[in-house]
């Protein structure tokens, strides 16, 4: 059994570890007599009962705070489990042609395809699990000359691409393009981490002297939709979004590269990469580098036409600060709004109380499909530290105009 395959949000797996618990705590005294003798079992009989109620105190805790669905995605193991895709792809979706017959037949009942494959970067070299929506239209003949806008989902570490479905993303991408909330978009889910992922949150960023991970998630996978996905190629059709960890991506990753990309949502994301016991000094001591991956320096200091929204909730004091930091630092061209959630904490139940209003602001601020034909541009990439004080993030690609 796939450790993503065993939920830690299942009522029923919760009723189960509770009456555990229970028959445990009462066997202490129940059988504390009768092994006056074996101290051995007494011993294990009371390790056993306070393995077992810390278990349920933890699975208790991330039932309320919808943290972590999956043991998997609790350990971060950097395997993908497939759980809730349509289907498998081959390496770079090569075959996605094969998978119309599905598609059109989710098509009918108003469902996107959820597709799973690996994807080499092309730049980086880097090869990682790729989670794609492609909504209902995807497969249309009437929608055969179009391009759709894209949306980069980044999840929150140390979670990967298996997220998008156990959180019922798809569903609410269906709703969303349903109601004309969305546009019909391409959602690409990528892993942000990579192996190992315990003990190695990458933060989205080109490590010194490490892994290219910014290079991998925005040059290359951009070049690889607009080959192989026929997404459009305009800045302003691309957003970048994710939770956590992840809404600290989007954020920077838009102020990065404002040439690719158009617009960025957080929710519960923060300003600059974190130094903690997951997250090592990515920077290695490079202060320009640490600069040029920290969006209130970024808005500040090099602005550019980028709309941005952060959400956080009203217990989220650190993302709270963040924000109103990013907000004052933040100069014209760039666009920056947020909101608060009333009574809400850094975890899961936030970031999914708010998707149907974050795919609405996507949909309200981003280009819908355009015609295909068009030559598109996949040279670049990110330039190389130190990076430039001025002018390079203002620049923006004529063929993405």
């Excluded at 315990?198 to 607009?226: K, M, P, S």
């Amino acid at each position: 059994m796939h450790l993503s395959s065993i939920r830690l949000d299942s009522p029923v797996n919760m009723i189960v570890v509770v009456v555990l618990t229970l028959l445990a705590i009462i066997a202490v005294p129940w059988f504390w007599d009768r092994w006056q003798r074996k101290r051995l079992w007494r011993s294990a009989t009371i390790l056993l009962a306070v393995v077992l109620l810390v278990l349920t105190t933890g699975m208790a805790g991330n039932m309320i705070g919808g943290f972590f669905p999956t043991v998997g995605s609790l350990l971060g193991t950097g395997e993908y489990s497939g759980q809730g895709t349509d289907a498998e792809a081959s390496q770079n979706g090569e075959d996605l042609e094969k998978l119309r017959d599905t598609g059109v037949a989710h098509a009918h009942e108003g469902k996107g395809t959820v597709v799973h494959m690996k994807v080499t970067g092309r730049r980086t070299k880097l090869t990682r699990d790729v989670t794609v929506y492609l909504p209902p239209q995807y497969f249309d003949a009437a929608f055969k000359e179009l391009r759709f806008p894209a949306v980069e989902w980044i999840p929150n570490y140390p979670s990967g691409p298996e997220v998008f479905a156990v959180y019922g993303m798809p569903q609410q991408l269906d709703t969303a393009i349903a109601k004309r909330a969305l546009p019909p978009t391409v959602v690409i889910v990528p892993d942000p981490t990579g192996i190992p992922k315990v003990g190695h949150d990458t933060e989205c960023v080109d490590e010194v002297n490490g892994t290219a991970n910014d290079t991998y998630l925005t040059a290359d996978l951009r070049d690889w939709a607009l080959q192989k996905l026929g997404v459009s190629p305009n800045r302003r059709a691309w957003t970048i979004a994710g939770w956590s960890s992840g809404g600290y991506c989007a954020m920077n990753l838009v102020t990065r590269h404002p040439q690719w990309y158009g617009q960025a949502v957080s929710v519960s994301g923060y300003d600059k990469a974190q130094v903690d016991a997951e997250t090592e000094d990515l920077f290695h001591g490079r202060r320009d580098i640490n600069d040029a991956n920290n969006v209130r320096v970024n808005v500040r200091l090099h602005p550019s036409p980028v709309e941005i929204l952060a959400i956080s909730g009203d217990k989220e004091s650190y993302e709270s600060f963040a924000i109103d930091q990013i907000r004052a630092a933040a100069r014209p061209p760039v666009q920056f709004s947020s909101w608060r959630v009333p009574d809400a904490g850094h975890n899961m139940n936030t970031f999914k109380s708010q998707i149907p209003d974050v795919l609405a602001w996507i949909g309200a601020h981003t280009l819908a499909a355009a015609p295909s034909g068009r030559q598109v541009e996949t040279t670049g990439g990110v330039l190389p530290w130190p990076l430039p004080r001025s002018g390079a993030h203002g620049a923006l690609a004529d063929t993405d105009q």
